[in-house]
């Protein structure tokens, strides 16, 4: 045995094929590459709501990959077969991460593929907010020349961008403002002093302080109860007048009522690419408040939407459902516990023998352990290897004098777990 619990391994199918259901638009290399693989892969971007339940209750795919397309517990309640869900993209609130955590279904997603897309629509919001550019284009078209009203606009060389969140999005969306000639700013919750001299930007100890110093400010942070609302009503008074807001990350990131009254109240100039109750996919009647607003400019959700980043996503995509496939590790999975009720660690230096672990597991369960964590690694030459399990409480002299007796356990010894 050679499997380690407390990473991302998981149980890949043990069938001949491995039937994957892609429930979204995706690259046609991307799907040319799992079928390369032998997977039986199956695409149909129509698919939502009760049609998913459906195609997942009767197609039973190993692995499920999605873009856009909301994957609810009902899903994850029809899916006796799935082994795990692949989010082609960076964000995964669109998936029950925790209905899937309840089953022991991993998640993953591609982060950073579809950095630079993202990053370049962050750029367009900014220039069109400063230069007024669809505004420009609506008045042309309507045979309305207006040089005197747009010739004026404040410029970005010299000011002052302020980057929410710096990951990978942050850091393409900082390395633009840079090279436009800007200050960059940044605050992040993991970002220090140290970290963001590193990254050639000066460090904001709080989101308001960034808000207050701040010329344009762009959104680059992922869409959690932490985040939600984080551009409220406090946010947008700490805001310059006349400012520029934009965000392409998720849009329960921004209070819209908050953010349109600041259009209104401080003459804010406003780029979205997502909106707190946009449509879920295709094409469809959409209606908001905060896109009525003078000043106010929004594209699609389609920030991610280049030919470049899709077949980054579905390169990347394919490749962790390869790894899965071929070795169990599910590579970007995001809901392994980062922390477990474990207290004691059992080392167990044995022989690689059939039976001995069972010999173990039957010990620890007898006595009501539970098994949290563990990895049992072979030693060179396959005749001897160390299990490190980590329970829910302490071992005692019984128990470890029971585990001792096998005959082909070497030693064990028991040791609490120090606090991280």
Known sequence: MNQTMADTSTDQPQTATTSVL???????????????????????????????????????????IVRS??????????????GLVVRAGAGYDTIDVAAASARGIPVANCPGMNAIAVAEIAWGLILSCDRRIPDQCADLRAGVWAKKTYAKAAGLYGRTLGVV????????????GRAFGMKVIAWSRSLTEESAAELGVEYCNSVL?????????????ASTPDTRHL???????????GAILVNTTRGAVVDETALADAVQQKGLRVGLDVFDQEPGSGDTA????????????????????TEQAQEAIAGEAARVLKTWVQTGEVPN??????????????????????????????????????????ENVIYEGGQAAVARIQIDGAVDT???????????????????????
């Not at 971007?45 to 009767?58: K, M």
């Not at 019984?398 to 609490?416: F, K, Y």
């Open 22 to 64: 892609i429930a979204d638009s995706f690259s046609d290399r991307g799907a040319a590459s799992l079928r390369e693989l032998g997977c039986d892969v199956h695409v149909d971007p129509s698919l939502s709501g009760d049609t998913l339940v459906e195609a997942v209750t009767t197609r039973k795919p190993h692995a499920l």
């Open 69 to 82: 397309t909301k994957v609810p517990e009902a899903v994850f309640e029809a899916a006796d077969h799935l």
């Open 165 to 176: 969140g710096l990951g990978r999005i942050g850091e393409e969306v900082a390395a633009r």
């Open 209 to 221: 302080d960034l808000a207050a110093r701040s010329d344009v400010v762009s959104l680059h942070v």
């Open 231 to 241: 551009v409220n009503e406090a946010f947008c008074s700490a805001m310059k007048e």
């Open 286 to 305: 959409f209606a908001s408040a905060i896109v009525d607003q003078a000043g106010v400019y929004g594209t699609h959700h389609v920030g991610a939407s």
């Open 333 to 374: 999975c995001v809901n392994i516990a980062s922390t477990t009720p474990a207290s004691t660690t059992l080392t167990v230096r044995h022989l690689n023998r059939p039976g001995v672990l069972a010999h173990v597991f039957e010990v620890l369960g007898r006595s009501g352990q539970n098994i949290e964590e563990m």
């Open 398 to 420: 019984s128990d470890l004098d029971l585990i001792r007796s096998h005959d082909l356990i070497l030693a064990v010894t028991a040791a609490d777990i120090q606090p991280r």
